[in-house]
């Protein structure tokens, strides 16, 4: 089992920025990928950006890339998103998950998951 709690969330002006982090907690954390989801109201959740584990490579949705890095520190079992130049349409709840497969944009390859954050951004 790994538990993962996100927090970092809040209500931004468009333009700014914010850093979303994911404590985890429970078997290595070095064993999954991880990834950032996001639900924007009325909306399925969707794929935002994950990092694999071993070399770390990273994988954005084509909406964030350019704006969004994903990052992960083992040693602090933690992962996380900074968001750059944010706009109302990246509004929604932030959700960390964990994954051992190798597709990363899959929601339904994620075992583990947050109960996530909320992202507000004001025009």
């Known amino acids: 089992q790994v538990q993962l709690v996100e927090s970092g969330g809040g209500l931004v002006q468009a333009g700014s920025s914010l850093r979303l982090s994911c404590a985890a907690s429970?078997?290595?954390?070095?064993?999954?990928?991880l990834a950032w989801f996001r639900q924007r109201p009325g909306q399925e959740r969707e794929f935002v950006a994950a990092?694999?584990?071993?070399?770390?490579?990273?994988y954005y949705a084509s909406s964030v890339e350019g704006r969004f890095t994903i990052s992960r520190d083992n040693a602090k079992n933690s992962v996380y998103l900074q968001m750059e130049r944010l706009n109302p349409a990246d509004t929604a709840v932030y959700y960390c998950?964990?994954?051992?497969?190798?597709?990363?944009?899959?929601?339904?390859?994620?075992?583990?998951w947050g109960q996530g954050t909320q992202v507000t951004v004001a025009s």
């Open positions: 429970g078997r290595p954390f070095s064993w999954y990928a």
């Open positions: 998950a964990a994954t051992t497969t190798s597709n990363y944009y899959s929601r339904e390859q994620y075992s583990y």
């Open positions: 990092v694999s584990r071993g070399i770390e490579a990273t």
